[in-house]
């Protein structure tokens, strides 16, 4: 599917980024980022408009997440209380959006987009504000879109350099983030113990 996919890239462009990255947000399994690199390289060439593919690939990566949200803030939290006990996992997974649901959000766009849609929706049921996930979603689909793009871009025709380079970039992004969380852990727990002493 993937083939065929980047084969209409440069005859519908635009529309084809919009539908699959909304198809994304919505969790259902279209490669969406494989699609920005190879629109990044159509770009690079001049088979597509760059300014078209980012404000397409955007809005729709707004509207899906937003449509993720709405469906959480309006079923998601009334599901969870008739799961009762078997939603606990659940019920931590709201309390983190609640305390730290903007660098959760943020994240879940770019780094771990995998998660983001369950995200989303964890986000409207745990009644995270509406204007702080938007700007954080925003932010993260901003990085998402600039580093895939980008590197189609850059890596002009060769899909594969892009998405080896694009991977590698994650890794190492995500194992400075967990250094990061476990230096910040570290530190609050040291400060505890001396308080306690």
């Known amino acids: 599917m993937t083939e065929w996919l980047l084969g209409l890239v440069p005859a519908w462009g635009p529309w084809l980024l919009a539908a699959c990255t909304y198809l994304a947000c ?6 969406a980022s494989i699609l920005l690199l190879a629109a990044g390289g159509f770009a690079a060439a001049g088979d597509l408009s760059l300014m078209a593919a980012i404000c397409a690939t955007l809005a729709a990566a707004f509207l899906g997440d937003q449509t993720m949200y709405a ?3 309006h079923g998601g939290a009334g599901l969870l209380d008739r799961m009762g006990s078997r939603a606990q996992p659940i019920a931590r997974a709201r309390d983190l ?29 745990s009644g995270l504000a509406w ?7 925003l932010l993260g689909e901003a990085v998402w879109l600039g580093l895939y ?13 892009a998405s080896a380079f694009a991977l590698r970039i994650l ?20 400060r505890a113990d001396q308080a306690g002493t």
Do not use: C, D, K
């Not at 959006?97 to 986000?123: C, E, M, Q, T």
């Open 26 to 31: 919505l969790a259902l399994p279209v490669p």
């Open 71 to 73: 469906v959480g803030r």
């Open 97 to 125: 959006l609640a305390r730290r649901g903007a660098v959760v959000v943020f994240l879940s766009r770019w780094l771990i987009s995998a998660l983001g849609p369950y995200v989303n929706l964890a986000a409207g049921a």
């Open 131 to 137: 204007a702080r996930f938007t700007l954080w979603g």
């Open 149 to 161: 793009l980008g590197l189609g871009y850059v890596f002009t025709g060769n899909l594969e350099a």
């Open 171 to 190: 890794l190492f992004l995500g194992v400075a983030a967990v250094a990061l969380g476990l230096g910040l852990w570290l530190r609050t727990a040291i």
